[in-house]
């Protein structure tokens, strides 16, 4: 079959490559000059590896990224790092990794921190969470690990995160934020976008076809077919394929499909995306003087989540031995710092950076924004019964977003589990 897919994420790539792993012909087509989706980097004359846009990295338990990269021969690119975690709180640091750090904490009782223990103990167990669905994660965690515990170890980042959404996530999205997580830290050769770059070059020696700068504009059927419009195909400006695979958000989903049937498009349009904007700071000194790489914020008043510093994770010889940080945030799509430049956002974040890194401005070298209208879903009580299945209502056309990695959180991994998955239903349906 001849075999349409549009994006060039990592959820486009695990599909295509399985496709054409059964022989059918597929072309991709990104709208970016670069494939990678929110996994792409940039680089600099000066760096020998790329530094992703928003941060990334992965953990020992994302089996699906092993497995699909052992496939294409790069599992090897993958290495491990012991990083170290810390949260801020009340104004100081403290290492929050692992049961040992959490026993060490101050301003927990000890029946405090047993039931938070025993809590995360038993999401860390048990096998699958989609059933905690049901239930609201702010709810469950005030009744179980007590008000104070909520109050100090989870207030400030879930509301900070979702905002007006807090009070609405369900249970199924803490158990696998929980459980997925590991100390270990994974982190590609090179850095994503050079894992990405040899993804692609599996594909196109596999006969995939990928045509970057090059956004499709309108997918609809004619005839027993599917056409696929861009104003960067030559002569008519469309190609034809059997079936087309749309890998975007639901909202760009929408609107580039407008044969499909208004019921299936109001189901859609009920999913909710947060946005995210990273500010990359490179400094010609570390911004921790600890070694801490990631510092999540528990304090709702600050203007941002966490503050990432990569050069505590990858050696920062590989970047003409500068520190590089991450400053992150997601926001709702309305909010005017998706929009903001480099120095507007550095310059509300300021007074906060300096709390934590008093003369880090004196040792800045330069920093970069970088924006996604639609990074986070927001996962409401019994998000499955209102998911669409990647299966849509017209005969040929699927549909794989960073909504169908629930109950799973956001990240690499999933991505490429949604990509097998979808690649798998098509395949399916062609044996039928």
């Known amino acids: 079959m001849r075999i349409g897919i549009i994006g060039a994420g990592l959820t486009g790539l695990a599909a295509a490559w399985d496709l054409s792993q059964e022989g ?122 007590g008000s104070r515990a909520y109050r100090i170890l989870w ?56 045509c970057l700068s090059t956004p499709a504009t309108r997918v609809y059927k004619q005839g027993r077919g599917w ?79 966490a503050v990432v510093e990569h050069t505590n994770l990858i050696d920062r010889i590989h970047y003409g031995n500068r520190s590089l940080v991450y400053v992150g945030n997601y926001l709702p799509q309305n909010d005017a710092r998706l929009s903001m430049t480099a120095p507007q956002l550095l310059k509300q974040y300021l007074p906060f950076l300096e709390k934590v890194s008093p003369s880090f401005a004196s040792h800045l070298t330069n920093h970069w924004v970088f924006a996604s209208r639609f990074a986070q879903p927001i996962v409401e009580l019994n998000h499955s019964r209102i998911l669409p299945t990647m299966t849509t209502p017209l005969s040929g056309l699927y549909w794989s977003s960073l909504q169908h990695v629930y109950p799973w959180d956001r990240g690499a991994n999933y991505a490429v589990k949604a990509g097998r998955q979808v690649a798998q239903l098509i395949i399916n349906k062609g044996i039928e």
């Open 155 to 210: 207030r400030s980042l879930m509301e900070g995160k979702f905002g007006d959404w807090a009070s609405r996530v369900n249970l199924a999205w803490f158990w696998a934020r929980i459980k997925a997580r590991t100390k270990l830290l994974g982190y590609p050769e090179g850095g994503f976008q050079k894992l990405v770059e040899a993804v692609a070059d599996c594909l196109t020696k596999n006969g995939v076809q990928i």
């Open 24 to 145: 059918h012909q597929v072309t991709i087509f990104e709208e970016a000059e670069k494939a990678g989706g929110l996994a792409r980097g940039f680089t600099r004359s000066n760096w020998d590896w790329w530094l992703d846009e928003h941060y990334h990295h992965l953990f020992t338990s994302d089996r699906a990224m092993h497995n699909w990269l052992a496939e294409l021969g790069l599992d090897q690119e993958i290495v491990l790092h012991d990083a170290q975690t810390k949260s801020l709180i009340g104004g100081q640091k403290y290492q929050l990794d692992s049961p040992l750090s959490l026993l060490k904490l101050p301003m927990l009782s000890w029946l405090d921190k047993l039931r938070v223990g025993v809590v995360l103990a038993f999401f860390k167990l048990l096998p699958t969470g989609q059933w905690l669905e049901r239930f609201q994660t702010q709810q469950f965690l005030r009744l179980t690990m």
């Open 227 to 305: 056409q696929v419009k861009s104003r960067r195909l030559a002569v008519t400006g469309r190609a034809e394929f059997d079936q087309v695979l749309i890998t975007c958000s639901g909202q760009i989903f929408g609107e580039l499909v407008p044969q499909l049937p208004v019921a299936y498009l109001q189901k859609v349009n009920q999913l909710k995306m947060l946005g995210a904007v990273t500010l990359v700071l490179e400094l010609d000194q570390p911004f921790f003087d600890d070694g801490t790489y990631w510092l999540n914020i528990c304090d709702d008043k600050w203007p941002f989540l």
